[in-house]
């Protein structure tokens, strides 16, 4: 049924260690569009093998839904917005039920290393009528989708915008560290996952007269694209109702109950209340090693900094881990939006020395690190500049399509997940003197490396030569980690 070959590629991350090029042998039954095409390959993991024959047999029944697209299209927002207006407005579900589990991404255990769940069979078993996600090309969904004819949307977007999404994608949760000029190039080439970009578009706009097909731009969705929804499903709500489908995770706010009554709670996504207590009574070792910071604080520079110095400055393992495998973000999987991987767990499993990075503030943080007390590396930033980070980082990576003015607003408020800012600093403040805990600057980091270097090296107990800390200082250069 298919054919494939084995591509050479500089793209490849602990998530995925090679990469094939995969072709459906018999077309014949992909319908016919406007005009006639080859069906695109696909570049995808070997690991999809063994799942490429279930795929094409899926079952699919006449009310399912299916939202495609290339990777970083308008995905999450057009399944939020598909899965409510299917449902009725049920914004109750929906802030109760992750996306995640609403809207199961089909092909994602068999393309991605790790993944602990079958999500082909999360989708069989899913009550219907059925949401499913996928980045495969059209020639790789399952065929019956052409004689049963269940809602397909399709969502395309501007290659440039894509590529410069994806780009921060493959780095902040493929993991990949290469350099900018070398993921575009790849993209260009047709090397990065789900490639090729542009043919993957083309295969759904040449069929999108079919009656069963809404092909959607993402552009045009920031101005009327949930109108276009609603009419393909025949459905109609008045206009305060549609403005109202929201493209984000519900957020609420958490505070221990034993705080203090002027200690702000802290803005989480609502999933976060079903790990709490998990993190709360979480065993800490006196061996662990913690970073935390509010996000945009210098985190990756400090973890990287920090696991060096405390695996004896192993270049060659650092070289070949990922610093993501290394050092495990402990609540992403509690915070993240569409994250499968149980993170916490990820952090009971890791051999010790643990290093664990997180950004939770200190009350929601283990109990045990102020018993046990392993040792606690805090970096702090001018909040000036942490806020125009953030905003760059909300925007690129959480999808948040509002204005400047909006966000500022929202952060000086404490709107903004981790907030409270400035209490999450005031609060490891007030704990500097405790000898488990190192309060740095990143000011201080940017300013003089050299001096920070040697102050972690005395904290974690290690000495180096003069020459090892000068060549340490080079390898966390500003320069260098931006390059990297």
């Known amino acids: 049924m298919f054919s494939y070959r084995v591509i050479d590629s500089q793209l490849t991350t602990d998530l995925h260690?090679?990469?094939?090029?995969?072709?459906?042998?018999?077309?014949?039954?992909?319908?016919?569009?406007?005009?006639?095409?080859?069906?695109?390959?696909?570049?995808?993991?070997?690991?999809?093998?063994?799942?490429?024959?279930?795929?094409?047999?899926?079952?699919?029944?006449?009310?399912?839904?299916?939202?495609?697209?290339?990777?970083?299209?308008?995905?999450?927002w057009t399944q939020e917005m598909v899965w409510l207006i299917d449902h009725d407005l049920d914004y109750g579900t929906a802030s109760k039920v992750n996306l995640l589990e609403r809207s199961v991404f089909l092909e994602l255990?068999?393309?991605?290393?790790?993944?602990?769940?079958?999500?082909?069979?999360q989708v069989e078993d899913l009550p219907r009528p059925r949401h499913i996600k996928t980045h495969l090309p059209l020639a790789f969904l399952p065929s019956q989708l052409w004689t049963v004819k269940p809602r397909i949307v399709y969502c395309a977007r501007n290659p440039k915008d894509v590529a410069v999404s994806y780009m921060h994608h493959y780095h902040h949760l493929h993991g990949f560290t290469g350099p900018k000029e070398a993921f575009l190039d790849g993209l260009l080439a047709d090397k990065v996952l789900w490639c090729p970009?542009?043919?993957?578009?083309?295969?759904?706009?040449?069929?999108?007269?079919?009656?069963?097909?809404?092909?959607?731009?993402?552009?045009?969705?920031?101005?009327?694209?949930?109108?276009l929804v609603l009419n393909s499903i025949n459905t109609k709500f008045d206009e305060a109702d549609s403005l109202g489908c929201p493209g984000a995770p519900t957020f609420v706010?958490?505070?221990?109950?034993?705080?203090?009554?002027?200690?702000?709670?802290?803005?989480?996504?609502?999933?976060?209340?079903?790990?709490?207590?998990?993190?709360?009574?979480?065993?800490?070792?006196?061996?662990?090693?913690?970073?935390?910071?509010?996000?945009?604080?210098?985190?990756?520079?400090?973890?990287?900094?920090?696991?060096?110095?405390?695996?004896?400055?192993?270049?060659?393992?650092?070289?070949?881990?990922?610093?993501?495998?290394?050092?495990?973000?402990?609540?992403?999987?509690?915070?993240?939006?569409?994250?499968?991987?149980?993170?916490?767990?990820?952090?009971?499993?890791?051999?010790?020395?643990?290093?664990?990075?997180?950004?939770?503030?200190l009350p929601l943080l283990p109990q045990q690190l102020w018993t046990v007390k392993p040792r606690i590396v805090y970096v702090s930033r001018n909040p000036k500049d942490v806020a125009v980070s953030y905003l760059h980082h909300y925007q690129m990576i959480m999808g948040?399509?509002?204005?400047?003015?909006?966000?500022?607003?929202?952060?000086?408020?404490?709107?903004?997940?981790?907030?409270?800012?400035?209490?999450?600093?005031?609060?490891?403040?007030?704990?500097?003197?405790?000898?488990?805990?190192l309060f740095l600057s990143y000011e201080r980091m940017k300013r003089d490396l050299r001096s920070v270097v040697a102050q972690v090296c005395q904290f974690f107990g290690k000495e180096f030569s003069d020459e090892e800390l000068d060549t340490l200082a080079e390898h966390l250069s500003f320069d260098q980690m931006k390059s990297e």
């Open 17 to 76: 260690h090679q990469q094939i090029e995969i072709r459906l042998n018999d077309t014949s039954a992909i319908p016919d569009g406007e005009q006639t095409r080859t069906p695109a390959h696909c570049v995808i993991t070997p690991t999809y093998l063994d799942a490429a024959e279930r795929i094409r047999n899926l079952t699919v029944y006449e009310d399912d839904v299916w939202i495609v697209t290339f990777p970083k299209a308008g995905t999450t």
């Open 109 to 121: 255990s068999w393309v991605i290393l790790g993944c602990p769940v079958d999500t082909i069979q």
């Open 197 to 227: 970009q542009v043919k993957h578009a083309l295969d759904f706009w040449n069929i999108r007269q079919l009656d069963h097909v809404l092909f959607l731009h993402f552009e045009e969705m920031k101005k009327v694209g949930i109108a």
């Open 253 to 361: 706010e958490v505070k221990l109950k034993e705080s203090p009554e002027e200690t702000k709670p802290c803005v989480l996504p609502a999933k976060f209340v079903d790990y709490a207590d998990r993190i709360r009574n979480f065993q800490v070792y006196e061996d662990d090693v913690w970073i935390v910071t509010f996000p945009k604080c210098g985190t990756t520079w400090t973890q990287e900094m920090v696991w060096l110095i405390d695996h004896d400055l192993d270049y060659d393992t650092a070289k070949q881990v990922n610093l993501n495998a290394r050092s495990v973000f402990f609540e992403l999987g509690a915070v993240g939006h569409n994250i499968p991987v149980d993170t916490v767990a990820t952090v009971e499993n890791l051999p010790r020395p643990r290093h664990i990075k997180s950004h939770l503030p």
């Open 400 to 437: 948040f399509r509002g204005t400047k003015d909006t966000f500022l607003r929202q952060l000086a408020a404490d709107k903004v997940m981790y907030c409270p800012q400035v209490q999450h600093v005031l609060e490891f403040w007030r704990v500097r003197e405790d000898r488990n805990v």
